[in-house]
């Protein structure tokens, strides 16, 4: 707690004035400390505004490292429409003849007849069984997967129940009672021959055959059922036949084929497969205006000019200036915050190298250079900005769609392609900038300027003690003047009236 305080009252002087001005001179170690302190939250901040324009474009980047990115065909289907026809990163222009002689199916069994409740009436699915027992669900012909059935359970209970059960199991069934025929429907989830299953019923202790359990999930009393076979599916295109298809969608040659129909007497599809640039142009155009605008942004931060005599302004300067002073004096005072950061010089330097050296990767004789394909760099002090030949560009995706994909997106020890290495730059950047700054969507931040303003913090804090401690220390010198001045006064009044009151 402060001690009282007396100001001039025998002096005269303006002691909170004088303290005041004596204080602005022991606060300008810390008022220099503050002005330090806001000047590194200031140039956090754009970096971490940097770090976010190089991850935005870090995920830009990324699609130009998928070959999926690249796929630079369409498909257009004439004849029967059996089939649909998807052309991959890897397909390769020309017709092809596609035949569909099977679809894939499901293993399937169906109630025979609609199912009466025990107690007479067309059952529905929130009716109780109103038998007990167990079902034995026959996979393969190896293991059989148990159900355990009691009387009060219902038809849906029962369905989801046997569906449960074999969610582990090939087949793995889907089951359902529906209540507008009164029939359960079961099904694998899976398509082909090897889904098929079968069910037969027994009593709870698994000892004797129910035929009552039969009744109430077949309809009849046959004490075991069989599916309707699952089948596998098949193509022939142009003359090769593809069998044992177990789902009716498969690739063959970079060709995603959907099987829709079987072709009958002879009829097919005719696929027609042609180069389609427009997508991967697009992609690639996109990338680079992001990408020269990024840098464009940040070549003019680096080498904006620093303004030393501008500091950041304390509260009491702002006090004394008006809003357009202020506005005008933290323009210069923010001027060149990014002034020559090396890690940012570095990844414009490392990013134009990205984009520019050859890919040791791509194989002898193909494209293994950006300005193969119409894409090159301006002059250095562009910063490295891209610019494309479209015309060019659109060509070489039209004749060498799957070299200008590998000059993109290969990795190998010969060397990476441009997508590769443009990414894996980008991250780098990210990295280093995040280990400098900090995120603000990190819950924990030990970056080197976090730790630099947490020490400036801790001094500051410092130093207000050790003012504080210096003020109380000048108004208790003063207010000591202040009473012995008084007492003086005091005495003095007091000879005065007592040695020369009588004259």
């Given at each position: 707690m402060?001690?009282?305080?007396i100001?001039g009252?025998?002096?005269?002087?303006?002691?909170?004035?004088?303290?005041?001005?004596?204080?602005?001179?022991q606060?300008?170690p810390?008022?220099?400390?503050?002005q330090q302190?806001?000047?590194?939250?200031w140039?956090?901040?754009?970096?971490?505004?940097?770090?976010?324009?190089?991850?935005?474009?870090?995920?830009?980047?990324s699609n130009?490292?998928?070959?999926?990115?690249?796929n630079a065909?369409?498909?257009?289907?004439?004849?029967?429409?059996?089939?649909?026809?998807?052309p991959?990163?890897?397909?390769?222009?020309?017709?092809?003849n596609?035949?569909?002689?099977?679809?894939?199916?499901?293993?399937?069994?169906?109630?025979?007849?609609?199912?009466?409740k025990?107690?007479?009436?067309?059952?529905?699915?929130?009716?109780?069984?109103?038998?007990?027992?167990k079902i034995?669900?026959?996979v393969?012909?190896?293991t059989?997967?148990?159900?355990?059935i009691?009387?009060d359970?219902?038809?849906?209970?029962?369905?989801?129940?046997?569906q449960?059960k074999?969610?582990?199991?090939?087949?793995?069934?889907?089951?359902?009672?529906?209540?507008?025929t009164?029939?359960?429907?079961?099904?694998?989830?899976?398509?082909?021959?090897?889904?098929?299953?079968?069910?037969?019923f027994?009593?709870?202790?698994?000892?004797?055959?129910?035929?009552?359990l039969?009744?109430?999930?077949?309809?009849?009393?046959?004490?075991?059922?069989?599916?309707t076979?699952?089948?596998?599916?098949?193509?022939?295109?142009?003359?090769?036949?593809v069998?044992?298809?177990?789902?009716?969608k498969t690739t063959?040659?970079?060709?995603?084929?959907?099987?829709?129909?079987?072709?009958?007497?002879?009829s097919?599809?005719?696929i027609?497969v042609?180069s389609?640039?427009?997508?991967?142009?697009?992609?690639?155009?996109?990338?680079?205006?992001?990408y020269?605008?990024?840098?464009?942004?940040?070549?003019?931060?680096?080498?904006?000019?620093?303004?030393s005599d501008?500091q950041?302004?304390?509260?009491?300067q702002?006090?004394?200036?008006?809003?357009?002073?202020?506005?005008?004096?933290?323009?210069?005072?923010?001027?060149?915050?990014?002034r020559?950061?090396?890690?940012?010089?570095?990844?414009l330097?490392?990013?134009?190298?990205?984009f520019m050296?050859?890919?040791?990767?791509?194989g002898?004789g193909?494209?293994?250079?950006?300005?193969?394909?119409g894409?090159?760099t301006?002059?250095?002090?562009?910063?490295g900005?891209?610019?494309?030949?479209e015309?060019k560009?659109?060509?070489?995706?039209?004749?060498?769609?799957?070299e200008?994909?590998?000059?993109?997106?290969?990795?190998?020890?010969a060397?990476?392609?441009?997508g590769?290495r443009?990414?894996?730059t980008?991250?780098?950047?990210?990295?280093?900038?995040?280990?400098?700054a900090g995120s603000?969507?990190?819950?924990?931040?030990?970056?080197?300027?976090?730790?630099?303003?947490?020490?400036m913090e801790?001094?500051?804090?410092?130093?207000?003690?050790?003012?504080?401690?210096?003020?109380?220390?000048?108004w208790?010198?003063?207010?000591?003047m202040?009473?012995?001045?008084?007492k003086m006064?005091?005495?003095?009044?007091?000879?005065q009236?007592?040695?020369?009151g009588?004259?």
């Amino acid at each position: 707690m402060s001690a009282m305080r007396i100001g001039g009252l025998a002096s005269g002087m303006d002691t909170d004035s004088i303290v005041k001005q004596m204080m602005q001179i022991q606060k300008m170690p810390m008022d220099k400390l503050v002005q330090q302190k806001t000047w590194t939250e200031w140039q956090q901040a754009a970096v971490r505004e940097q770090n976010l324009t190089f991850s935005n474009l870090r995920t830009s980047a990324s699609n130009l490292r998928l070959q999926s990115s690249f796929n630079a065909y369409g498909a257009e289907a004439t004849g029967s429409g059996s089939a649909k026809v998807t052309p991959g990163a890897t397909a390769m222009n020309g017709k092809y003849n596609v035949q569909v002689t099977a679809l894939a199916a499901p293993a399937k069994y169906t109630s025979a007849s609609a199912i009466q409740k025990v107690t007479d009436g067309a059952a529905k699915s929130t009716d109780a069984i109103g038998v007990a027992g167990k079902i034995l669900v026959d996979v393969g012909g190896e293991t059989d997967v148990e159900v355990d059935i009691t009387a009060d359970m219902t038809y849906k209970a029962v369905a989801d129940l046997l569906q449960s059960k074999t969610a582990g199991s090939v087949p793995a069934l889907r089951a359902n009672f529906d209540n507008t025929t009164s029939r359960f429907f079961i099904s694998s989830k899976e398509l082909g021959q090897a889904q098929n299953f079968s069910l037969s019923f027994k009593t709870a202790d698994g000892t004797a055959d129910n035929p009552d359990l039969s009744k109430q999930i077949t309809g009849t009393t046959n004490l075991s059922v069989a599916t309707t076979n699952g089948a596998n599916g098949s193509i022939i295109i142009d003359g090769v036949e593809v069998n044992g298809l177990t789902s009716n969608k498969t690739t063959v040659n970079g060709l995603t084929i959907e099987m829709l129909k079987v072709d009958t007497d002879g009829s097919s599809s005719a696929i027609t497969v042609k180069s389609d640039p427009e997508k991967p142009v697009q992609m690639i155009k996109d990338f680079v205006e992001s990408y020269n605008k990024a840098i464009e942004d940040l070549q003019k931060q680096l080498v904006e000019k620093r303004y030393s005599d501008f500091q950041p302004l304390s509260d009491e300067q702002k006090e004394e200036m008006s809003d357009k002073e202020i506005e005008l004096w933290e323009e210069k005072a923010r001027s060149g915050l990014l002034r020559n950061d090396p890690i940012m010089k570095s990844a414009l330097q490392d990013l134009r190298r990205a984009f520019m050296d050859s890919v040791g990767g791509a194989g002898t004789g193909n494209l293994n250079m950006l300005s193969q394909i119409g894409i090159n760099t301006g002059n250095y002090q562009e910063g490295g900005k891209l610019f494309i030949d479209e015309d060019k560009l659109k060509a070489a995706l039209t004749e060498k769609p799957d070299e200008v994909m590998n000059l993109f997106t290969v990795r190998s020890e010969a060397g990476d392609g441009i997508g590769a290495r443009v990414y894996d730059t980008l991250n780098e950047v990210v990295k280093k900038l995040s280990a400098q700054a900090g995120s603000p969507a990190s819950a924990v931040d030990n970056s080197t300027m976090s730790q630099k303003l947490r020490r400036m913090e801790t001094e500051i804090t410092r130093w207000q003690d050790r003012l504080t401690s210096i003020e109380d220390r000048y108004w208790s010198q003063f207010t000591a003047m202040e009473k012995a001045l008084s007492k003086m006064n005091s005495q003095s009044a007091w000879m005065q009236q007592n040695m020369f009151g009588g004259m």
